[in-house]
T-cell receptor, first 116, second 115 residues
Framework: GDSVTQMEGPVTLSEEAFLTINCTYT??????LFWYVQYPGEGLQLLLK?????DKGSNKGFEATYRKETTSFHLEKGSVQVSDSAVYFC???????????????FGQGTRLTINP | NAGVTQTPKFRVLKTGQSMTLLCAQD?????MYWYRQDPGMGLRLIHY???????AKGEVPDGYNVSRLKKQNFLLGLESAAPSQTSVYFC??????????????FGEGSWLTVV
């Protein structure tokens, strides 16, 4: 079945460091790919998405490119801030929509802490 | 800017008690979902609804029931709570499911502890 694997956390970086959180997936065809972020005590917010191969999603300085050949959607940011401390979830939306409902498949999440 | 609202935010239950989590969305979304979040496991789909009056099972439906009597509301019920249902519950909604790139909007979560 469809699945998402994220790099294990927690990840701790210093402010202004470069960030990469790895995400690979297994799915039939070409699913849509998402990164969601969960700040402490809050719900999930969509950070960025890509709906087809070679698309790059970007938001708030974060980027991720849909790589079909490596089935990956790694999250990157050039210079992280303390406010980026959160849990990051990679997710996919399977190509096959059953009964018209779009159901996300999530990775296990990566906790990121940025120290000043 | 209400979006997706869940109540209650926190609840402690005793084993065997029942309760209902309420989800309300004000975006006129057709599709609604209930997920649970457990440490190291990401989010897993419990039940979902493709429209008013319809519900369907997700990945982990056992021990839960749902109802969608009104388009804007999606209720998640625990008839006889068990410690294994201690989790954070997230409601979500989306406008359409005609293609896989639709954004799904999440509520802020409900923390449930069963003792």
């Amino acid at each position: 079945g469809d699945s998402v694997t994220q790099m294990e956390g927690p990840v701790t970086l210093s402010e202004e460091a470069f960030l990469t959180i790895n995400c690979t997936y297994t799915a039939t065809g070409y699913p849509s790919l998402f990164w969601y972020v969960q700040y402490p005590g809050e719900g999930l917010q969509l950070l960025l998405k890509a709906t087809k191969a070679d698309d790059k999603g970007s938001n708030k300085g974060f980027e991720a490119t849909y790589r079909k050949e490596t089935t990956s959607f790694h999250l990157e940011k050039g210079s992280v801030q303390v406010s980026d401390s959160a849990v990051y979830f990679c997710a996919l939306s399977p190509l096959l929509i059953i009964q018209g409902a779009q159901k996300l498949v999530f990775g296990q999440g990566t906790r990121l802490t940025i120290n000043p | 800017n209400a979006g997706v609202t869940q109540t209650p935010k926190f609840r402690v239950l005793k084993t065997g008690q029942s309760m209902t989590l309420l989800c309300a969305q004000d975006m006129n979304h057709e599709y609604m979902y209930w997920y649970r979040q457990d440490p190291g496991m990401g989010l897993r789909l419990i039940h979902y609804s493709v429209g008013e009056g319809t519900t369907a099972k997700g990945e982990v439906p056992d021990g839960y029931n749902v109802s969608r009597l009104k388009k804007q509301n999606f209720l998640l019920g625990l008839e006889s709570a068990a410690p294994s249902q201690t989790s954070v519950y997230f409601c979500a909604s989306s406008l359409s499911a005609k293609h896989t790139g639709n954004t799904i909007y999440f509520g802020e979560g409900s923390w449930l502890t069963v003792v």
